[in-house]
């Protein structure tokens, strides 16, 4: 976990995009997946050659491409407010796309959370009973599965080879606004979840400034080629040209392992951290109850332990400066989690620290991300 020091993050509206009763404040929840199916597919990558058609406007022809597997997602869920009361159904709507014929679905976990009922809308105005097989709430992905054969697909590309600048069209259900098309610009890549004001999600977005409105979540974010680049997930409220959508790249990771076992695994340290620069160094410099002094003028600086955690047990303290972690230098908390995330739990993770301006290694063994952590 990582966050700032000694302020909050302006960007504190950062909101999810579906509608009714499951949007708000971008939150973690903790989540029990569902039954997965018992023989594991996988998302394929699926190559799709430029697309043509529609005279000069490429936007037309990607929608046209691409906007039959975009479908509607409503949920419903039982709210009560006493275990002995009847509670009521609340209702909420957002958005997904199709990755395999037979009714494959990628969405946000937010979309889904907590539904005792998935009904799925196609463009064509067919509706199916959706089976969440799996949600991940630190990522915000779930896979929803239909049953249904030949159904129109979205093809996935590669959200690591974008560039901000590029063309970014968005397709989506806002506001119960079936199969919207809008269009803008890769605005930025690589938001850490901290600076958008998520900080307890590991994602990294793709930042668009495609209109995207409630009940966009879930929904795909396109390239000129008509082909999947992210998953569109966030706004930030009060703002204009600033959303977010889930690398596919990342998104297809996660998909795999919820298809596969219904859970993620994300090793788990227990630090609390920000990056070091002049002003954090000097206010920790001053905190007598750190106990220790910062020397180090770059890094990652631990401000915080998880009791009985990973990191506690291996022996780091609030004041280390983190300067690599498995042999890869780190310069802010985004680049710590990512290394951690890529690690496995279990395993030894070597973390070079400066520790009152001495050198020291110290080797964690990441854990399971405490699931009460989620909640």
Do not use: C
């Amino acid at each position: 976990m990582s966050q700032p020091l000694s302020h909050k993050l302006s960007l504190q509206s950062l909101s999810l995009l579906s509608m009714g009763a499951l949007g708000g404040l971008l939150v973690g929840t903790q989540f029990v997946p569902t039954n997965a199916v018992s023989t594991p597919q996988s998302i394929a990558q699926i190559p799709s050659a430029p697309v043509t058609g529609s005279g000069d406007n490429f936007i037309a022809a990607v929608a046209d491409k691409t906007g039959a597997a975009v479908v509607r997602i409503d949920s419903s869920r039982t709210v009560r407010r006493s275990p002995q009361s009847n509670g009521r159904m609340v209702r909420g709507s957002g958005s997904g796309f199709i990755t395999q014929a037979d009714g494959l679905i990628l969405t946000n976990a937010h979309v889904v959370d907590g539904a005792t009922s998935v009904t799925v809308t196609l463009k064509d105005g067919r509706e199916f009973t959706g089976k969440v097989l799996g949600k991940d709430t630190l990522t915000d992905v779930a896979v929803v599965k239909i049953q249904a054969t030949n159904l129109p697909i979205a093809p996935i590309g590669n959200s690591d080879q974008i560039k901000p600048g590029e063309w970014a069209i968005a397709i989506g259900n806002p506001l119960g606004l079936d199969n919207t098309v809008t269009a803008g610009i890769i605005s930025g890549t690589g938001r850490s979840s901290g600076i958008v004001g998520a900080p307890d999600k590991r994602v990294s977005f793709i930042q668009t400034d495609a209109a995207i409105n409630p009940g966009n979540s879930g929904g795909p974010l396109l390239n000129q080629k008509g082909q999947v680049i992210g998953m569109n997930t966030a706004i930030i409220g009060g703002a204009q040209g600033l959303g977010f959508a889930i690398p596919i790249n990342r998104a297809q990771q996660v998909a795999n392992q919820l298809i596969a076992s219904g859970k993620v695994d994300h090793p788990y340290i227990g630090v609390q951290m920000t990056n070091l620069t002049a002003a954090t160094k000097e206010a920790l410099n001053q905190d007598a109850e750190l106990g220790t002094t910062v020397k180090a003028n770059q890094g990652v600086v631990v401000v915080g332990i998880a009791r009985s955690s990973p990191a506690a047990s291996a022996g780091l303290k609030a004041g280390d400066v983190i300067q690599s972690v498995n042999g890869r230098s780190v310069k802010t908390a985004d680049d710590v989690q990512q290394v951690i995330e890529a690690s496995k739990i279990g395993a030894s993770l070597p973390i070079q620290v400066d520790r009152n301006g001495q050198p020291l290694t110290i080797s964690v063994s990441p854990g399971e991300f405490p699931t009460q952590a989620q909640s």
